[in-house]
């Protein structure tokens, strides 16, 4: 199935913005959803929708079996042993807060490490500088090279004895920069550390395998792999998670409650109080679904021979810089001349295409790159060529726009 067959199966796509026909190059920031995920969520709504695990009824029955056959999509789908490794969270935020929170700080000391990148998501920074602030660890950060890359000597430095803690994004969201993360798992384990993924950019582009990687943690959110909003995943070794202590506490969570104590339950659900995310989990099941017919394999290398594609002919407008290494996944961040890139998105926005304009959570990293914010466009499975010229034909337009204002 190419490109334009798949398009057409996203309802959202088929419009015009601003008397032009979409052309949505922000699939980083989310993804749109198709048909099957949409008629899979209004299924639940229309026919069982109903809490889970705690009724003998039959919607509810219904329900958990949803609920928990979405989980066990999830265990196929990234190879985790057991589905007490999956826990569902509001999304990849959510998730590596929980790890920060319930494990970080109950293992960190003053004098132990904690080891990040400058190209990380606040999501996978601020987490850390709260561990170590309120542990009294040291927060270290693995420097990158001039094209946006780490390198693994600069990681064997970087890494020592001390180090209880390594959090990495696989795929940066703003350079698509692909990191070497199966051989800095290696490294941090050589050095007693736990490693842990930010897979918010990775999970719907690759193909992961947590048996070949071998994290200790990994995260990731369903909404940028054509799933709902306000679901994602939070997969963890089960020894890890069983020696932490929940962060959320009431229904759903617990086995046993007095007036003085109470007890959890076993994985996953002491993770999951309250009333859980049901049909952002079947959403997530059946998007899991689609994109494991079409292959990830296959979308990633659209992906990457769409960025390509658009580069070469990006390239050739005067004063036009993108970011990041050669070898990337499909996002492209630029900055075009002196025109702030809020102008270029908002002169893109009149054409209907949409890209994204800003800091993209990641202030640290602008200040590496010496820039106070960058465009971004990214793709994903349903963009296609036209969409590219598309983008490059608005850029040129956005030049000779601001061009003959400011001249």
């Known amino acids: 199935m190419n490109a334009t067959e798949l398009r057409a199966q996203f309802p959202i796509l088929d419009q015009e913005v601003n008397g032009h026909p979409l052309v949505y190059l922000d699939s980083a920031a989310t993804s749109h959803k198709p048909v099957q995920v949409i008629e899979a969520v209004s299924d639940y709504y229309r026919r069982y929708n109903s809490n889970v695990h705690r009724g003998v009824h039959t919607l509810g029955n219904y329900a958990t079996e949803g609920y928990e056959g979405a989980r066990e999509k999830v265990r196929r789908f990234i190879n985790a042993k057991s589905t007490k490794e999956i826990i569902f969270t509001r999304g990849t935020t959510t998730a590596l807060n929980t790890v920060a929170s319930s494990y970080a700080r109950t293992v960190c000391r003053e004098g132990d490490e904690i080891v990040i990148t400058p190209m990380e998501h606040h999501s996978n920074l601020i987490p850390w500088q709260q561990v170590a602030k309120a542990t009294g660890a040291t927060l270290k950060y693995i420097p990158l090279q001039e094209d946006g890359t780490i390198s693994i000597e600069d990681a064997r430095k970087t890494i020592t004895p001390n180090t209880k803690i390594v959090s990495m994004v696989y795929v940066s969201n703003v350079l698509g920069t692909i990191n070497p993360i199966k051989e ?104 899991i679904d689609f994109l494991a017919e079409i292959g990830l394999e296959n979308i990633l290398k659209h992906e990457q021979e769409l960025a390509t594609y658009a580069l070469e002919k990006l390239n050739t407008i005067e004063g036009f810089t993108s970011f990041g290494p050669a070898k990337r996944s499909g996002v492209i961040t630029f900055n075009l001349d002196t025109v702030h890139p809020h102008d270029v998105a908002t002169v893109l926005d009149s054409q209907g295409i949409a890209i994204r304009a800003g800091h993209h959570c990641a202030q640290p990293l602008m200040k590496w790159l010496n820039v106070t914010a960058t465009a971004r466009a990214s793709f994903y499975l349903y963009n296609t060529e036209e969409d590219a010229d598309k983008l490059v034909a608005g850029l040129i337009k956005a030049k000779e726009y601001f061009g003959h204002v400011y001249g």
């Open 184 to 287: 800095i798992t290696s490294i941090a384990h050589e050095n007693g550390a736990v490693m842990v993924v930010d897979g918010a950019q990775s999970t719907p582009h690759l193909k992961v395998d947590m048996q070949d990687i071998d994290c200790d943690f990994y995260a990731f959110s369903g909404h940028k792999m054509c799933a709902p909003t306000g679901i994602g995943v939070l997969y963890g070794k089960q020894h890890l998670l069983e020696q932490m202590e929940p962060i959320e506490f009431g229904g759903e969570m617990i086995d046993f409650v007095d007036l003085q104590e109470s007890t959890w339950k076993e994985l996953p659900w002491k993770f999951e109080g309250g009333t859980p995310l049901i049909a952002g989990a079947v959403g997530l099941g059946a998007a």
